[in-house]
């Protein structure tokens, strides 16, 4: 059972900005750990998109930003492309269990 | 740029055991930590475990205790996770990736591990 909650799916048009929403609690980001974000195409390894909860690594688009307060955390896409299209996860790490958590993952649509 | 190239696919008995590699380069290999993550078909990701080749210091999920194995050859920048008593639950993508303040930033191209009689 993963500690971190996300819709199951979120879609919207090309152009159209959307959010992927991320809970989690004390004991990972909620706490004193970073949230983190991943894209993963289909047939593909995952790609940090975000890190420490707001960051882009270098080659990520703006369109990409995250952001975090308590137990929760999103990341937002604006300009929605087709090539966006994948599944999204949010990652922390938990104290309480000893362990690197994922989210349950977000599949974005673009309609 | 740091690089993490796997091994190629495997089908297992079950009960059997599966050794997977991961080569690094670029970086600074013995100071990395790399990890190990798993995706069992149409699911999601799973952390397994990693070790820091530097101190050759391991750890990984409860779940997994007493039938994961990770090493570190440093002579070859090479990292490998051994998992025994294989499953029909096994069966998954296995990725390496290195970890950086918590987060993973390279990871490899992932390995199809099968397990079915």
């Known amino acids: 059972q993963s500690l971190l909650t996300q819709p199951p799916s979120v879609s919207g048009a090309p152009g159209q900005s959307i959010t992927i929403s991320c809970t989690g609690s004390?004991?990972?980001?909620?706490?004193?750990?970073?949230v983190h974000w991943y894209q993963q195409l289909p047939g593909t390894a995952p790609k940090l998109l975000i890190y420490?909860?707001?960051n882009r690594p270098s080659g990520v688009p703006d369109r990409f930003s995250g952001s975090q307060s308590g137990t929760s955390a999103s990341l937002a896409i604006t300009g929605l492309q087709a090539e966006d299209e994948a599944d999204y996860y949010c990652?922390?790490?938990?104290?309480?269990?000893?362990?690197?958590?994922f989210g349950t993952g977000t599949k974005v649509t673009v309609l | 740029q740091v690089h993490l190239v796997q091994s190629g696919a495997e089908v297992k008995k079950p009960g059997s055991s599966v050794k997977v590699s991961c080569k690094t380069s670029?970086?600074?290999?013995?100071?990395?930590?790399i990890t190990w993550v798993r995706q069992a078909p149409g699911q999601g990701l799973e952390w397994v475990g990693g070790?820091?080749?530097?101190?050759?210091?391991?750890n990984h999920a409860q779940k997994f205790q007493g039938r994961v194995t990770i090493l570190a050859d440093k002579t070859t920048s090479t990292v490998y996770m051994e998992l025994n008593s294989l499953t029909s639950e096994d069966t998954a993508v296995y990725y390496c990736?290195?970890?950086?303040?918590?987060?993973?930033?390279?990871w490899g191209q992932g390995t199809l591990v099968t397990v079915s009689s």
């Open positions: 990736a290195r970890v950086q303040f918590g987060y993973f930033d390279y």
């Open positions: 670029g970086g600074t290999f013995i100071s990395n930590t």
């Open positions: 070790i820091i080749p530097m101190f050759d210091s391991t």
């Open positions: 004390s004991s990972n980001f909620g706490g004193d750990y970073d």
């Open positions: 420490a909860n707001h």
């Open positions: 990652q922390s790490y938990d104290s309480s269990l000893s362990l690197y958590v």
